[in-house]
């Protein structure tokens, strides 16, 4: 038998295509109803009220745009053509799903107008403008759900294997799309970025291949309720004060989120809900953690800005802060033992292993475990540095556990006054305590069955 030309010999996997028209046959009608209800409701209620910037009055009205506003709906189910099995496209669609949902919740709780009368136009552009008319209206505005589409579209598309210049032109005119909405005169600028923030939360809340983040993580202790109160509290803060000033504050809406969804983790989802994999964060995760992520690395280079060298501990390992890639290059370390969830590693040729754990709440004796089995294996490729923001909690418990691992300290309390010794202004809590006595008991209980 010629099992040369076979798509399975191949290496080629048939396209979940029926799944994606099931899911198609669902969307499309979901969407007119759905988005048609809240215009509907919105014109019932002779909605007035409308948010947008006075600069916004000199944006021109360009009607040929109209052609890449409308092409969204055509891209909108090319998008399922870049799934390649049953779980991207549920995943795919359970994120057009979701923005839908949540924009236009928004829409009926907070329903605004387009303040500007559009001018008419003629030709094939007019008749598009037309077409658009028969069941939109000047409603529907904040997020725009356009552009959250257009986010979760572009973000499919984005991962084909395609060649730089078919990858640009992709970016060109999601570009294109994107300022499309400003210049046909659906939407004012304020709609631009809550829509990207819906269609990026829907990016975090279901992820390619990992459980959603509202998933739960761990033990929700005390110390991480009293964390998720604090950036809760924070979050309120800075939306109350965006809301209150308004304007350009309005953009304090953004740490506000960020803060929001750290308290999430904090509260349910543990460092999962970070979504760092290989020392990335995951495009809705990097996107909506941003200011949270900004603020979380200023705040270790000020606490560590008087010793931000890594400190020699034994052999080739060293215990230090988060570095960057100029500092692992100047340090000459083979190897990278990142310890946190809330901060991107270095990119570079060096031996990298990640345990994301949450900042200022204490591993479990497994995890510590895990992160010294780790260190010992990168301890072959050269100077290893073992880092966490600081570098004086997490990373220090880790490699505590990997000296005593090791035989080099005779038990947790010669190894934490080794590192003490090494590097000074060592952080280390009760809790942590207790966690590093746990992995000692599941150290010793190994032993003996060796």
């Known amino acids: 038998m010629n099992t040369v030309n076979s798509p399975m010999a191949a290496g080629r996997v048939p396209l979940p295509w029926q799944r994606s028209v099931l899911w198609l046959i669902f969307l499309g009608p979901f969407f007119f109803f759905s988005y048609g209800y809240a215009n509907h409701l919105a014109a019932e209620r002779a909605v007035a009220d409308s948010l947008f910037y006075d600069w916004e009055r000199h944006i021109p009205f360009l009607p040929w745009t109209i052609l890449p506003y409308w092409s969204i709906d055509l891209f909108y189910g090319l998008s399922f053509l870049c799934c390649r099995n049953k779980q991207e496209v549920d995943r795919h669609a359970l994120r057009l799903l979701s923005a839908q949902l949540l924009s236009v919740a928004c829409f009926v709780l907070f329903p605004l107008r387009f303040a500007f009368a559009r001018p008419p136009s003629e030709g094939i552009f007019g008749a598009l403008f037309d077409a658009l008319s028969s069941f939109d209206q000047p409603y529907n505005q904040a997020p725009s759900l356009h552009i959250s589409l257009l986010v979760l579209i572009w973000a499919q598309f984005a991962r084909l294997p395609l060649s730089s210049g078919w990858r640009w032109l992709i970016h060109a005119w999601a570009g294109l799309i994107a300022i499309s909405v400003l210049t046909t005169w659906q939407h004012h600028f304020i709609d631009i970025p809550t829509g990207a923030a819906v269609g990026l939360f829907c990016l975090w809340l279901w992820p390619d291949a990992a459980p959603t983040p509202l998933r739960p993580e761990g033990t929700l202790t005390a110390g991480r309720q009293r964390l998720a109160a604090y950036y809760a509290t924070g979050a309120g803060f800075c939306v109350g004060i965006a809301l209150h000033l308004g304007g350009t504050a309005l953009w304090l809406c953004w740490p506000g989120l960020a803060l929001m969804l750290v308290a999430s983790n904090y509260a349910r989802s543990g460092a999962a809900g970070f979504q760092k994999y290989h020392g990335c964060h995951r495009l809705g995760a990097a996107c909506l953690f941003a200011p949270y992520t900004l603020g979380a690395w200023l705040n270790s280079r000020w606490w560590t800005r008087r010793h931000p060298q890594a400190d020699h501990i034994t052999d080739d390992v060293w215990l230090g802060r988060l570095p960057t890639a100029a500092e692992m290059q100047v340090g000459g370390f083979a190897a990278l033992c990142d310890l946190t969830a809330e901060l991107p590693a270095p990119r570079g040729s060096w031996q990298y292993v990640n345990h994301p754990w949450l900042d200022l709440t204490p591993p479990g004796g497994q995890q510590l475990l895990a992160a010294a089995r780790s260190i010992e294996a990168l301890h072959g ?70």
């Open 381 to 450: 490729h050269g100077p290893v540095l073992v880092a966490c923001a600081l570098g004086y909690s997490r990373s220090a418990a880790a490699v505590a556990t990997w000296l005593s691992l090791s035989g080099r300290a005779a038990n947790m309390a010669a190894a934490l006054a080794l590192i003490a010794e090494r590097r000074p202004r060592l952080l280390i809590g009760p809790a942590l305590n207790a966690a590093l006595a746990d992995a000692e008991t599941l150290l010793l209980e190994a032993r003996k069955h060796v």
